[in-house]
């Protein structure tokens, strides 16, 4: 079998891709001109699971997942996870954050080490500190 069968559910160190759209309202995703990928190890946080992440688990390949959240969330919600800058306008003090689960990985070790790393590095710029 396989280990990186697109079907498999999200779980603790895989890696997942996410393609994310934001935008004013649940079924406008006008705030960015197309969608960006964000791929990230999955459970890493010292701290557990992050919002964000509880909200994705147990998800497959091809689940959507949509969030409204306000510009001030960002660091309580991603935390650890070094989000991608969305470009969102000055305006968009609130916005709608599509997910669609583009593939989930079986990670490899120097992935998950590196993911590690990166985490233990973060400093005031990152963390929801």
Do not use: W
Request: charged share 25%.
């Amino acid at each position: 079998m396989n280990g990186k069968m697109e079907t498999e559910k999200i779980e603790v160190l895989k890696k997942i891709i996410l393609s994310v759209e934001a935008g004013t309202a649940p079924d406008s995703m006008d705030l960015t001109p197309q969608p960006s990928q964000f791929e990230f190890i999955y459970g890493l946080g010292t701290s557990g699971l992050t919002p964000f992440e509880i909200q994705l688990a147990d998800k497959t390949v091809g689940q959507e997942v949509q969030l409204h959240m306000s510009r001030d969330d960002i660091p309580q919600v991603f935390q650890h996870l070094v989000f991608f800058p969305l470009n969102l306008p000055e305006h968009a003090d609130s916005f709608y954050l599509k997910l669609k689960i583009k593939s989930v990985l079986q990670a490899d070790q120097r992935e998950v080490i590196k993911a590690l790393a990166e985490i233990a590095n973060c400093e005031d710029h990152c963390c929801g500190h």
